[in-house]
C-alpha cells in the first residue's frame, strides 16, 4: 500500500523508484529527477533603461543635447617636435600637441551616469589619473591642439552612446508595460494554482 501510495505521489514507473537501502550505490538524482527554472518574462522584456536612476538619466541626456566642443576644460596642452612624414619643418618645429586632462577637472564637466565611465576611456593614464590625447598631423600648434580638443569630444560623446540607452518611442513603452502587466497576472495565477495543490495534499487527498 505504501509503494502504491509513493508511486502516485511521485508519479513514478516501477523501475524508477529510488528505494534506500536495495543497492549499495545510491542513485543519482540528476539521472531521475529534472529541475527547470523557467525564464522570467520581465528579465526578457524589460526595457534597458529600467536599472538606471530616472533622474540621472534625464540629466545624462540633456547633458548630451547641450555638449559643445568649447565648453570642455581646456586642459594642460603642451609641445615637442613631430616625427613622421611631414617635410622638415616638421621635426624642426615643436608642433605635436599633447593634451592632458586631470580626472578630476573632467568630472566637474560631466553627469553622473559618465563619471565612474571616464577612466575606462583608451586614453586614461592610470599612473597620473588622467586623459593624455596627441596630435601631430598638422603643421599649426593651434591646428594640433584643437585636433586633441575633437578627439576628447568624440570620445566622451562615445562613453554617452556606450552607457546610456537610446529614448524608447511611446508603442514600445506600451508594448513593454502590456507584456510586463500579462507577466504579473500569469504569475499570481500559477501562485494561486500551486497553493491550491499544497491545500489538497494536506487534506489527505490524491491528484
Excluded at 594642460?76 to 613622421?84: A, V, Y
Excluded at 599649426?140 to 560623446?157: I, M, Q
Aim: proline share 5%.
Amino acid at each position: 500500500m505504501l509503494a502504491v501510495s509513493v508511486f502516485r505521489r511521485a508519479r513514478l514507473s516501477p523501475l524508477t523508484i529510488p528505494f534506500v537501502g536495495l543497492t549499495s550505490r545510491p542513485y543519482a538524482a540528476s539521472k531521475t529527477f529534472t529541475t527547470t527554472t523557467p525564464r522570467r518574462a520581465n528579465d526578457r522584456y524589460s526595457a534597458f533603461d529600467s536599472g538606471f536612476d530616472p533622474e540621472d538619466l534625464q540629466a545624462t541626456r540633456q547633458w548630451r543635447q547641450k555638449l559643445a566642443q568649447d565648453a570642455l576644460p581646456k586642459g594642460n596642452t603642451t609641445f615637442s617636435r613631430s616625427s613622421g612624414p611631414g617635410g622638415q619643418h616638421v621635426n624642426k618645429t615643436e608642433t605635436k600637441a599633447t593634451t592632458v586632462w586631470a580626472v578630476h577637472e573632467l568630472m566637474g564637466a560631466l553627469p553622473t551616469l559618465l563619471r565612474d565611465r571616464i577612466r575606462t576611456s583608451r586614453y586614461y593614464t592610470k599612473a597620473t589619473d588622467s586623459l593624455t590625447i596627441q596630435a601631430q598631423a598638422e603643421r599649426s600648434r593651434t591646428a594640433n591642439a584643437e585636433a586633441n580638443r575633437e578627439k576628447l569630444f568624440e570620445e566622451l560623446v562615445a562613453l554617452y552612446e556606450a552607457t546610456v540607452p537610446g529614448e524608447a518611442r511611446p508603442e514600445k513603452v506600451a508594448k513593454y508595460k502590456a507584456v510586463e502587466k500579462s507577466f504579473h497576472s500569469a504569475r499570481i495565477k500559477e501562485k494561486k494554482k500551486l497553493s491550491s495543490k499544497k491545500q489538497f495534499r494536506r487534506g489527505g487527498g490524491f491528484e
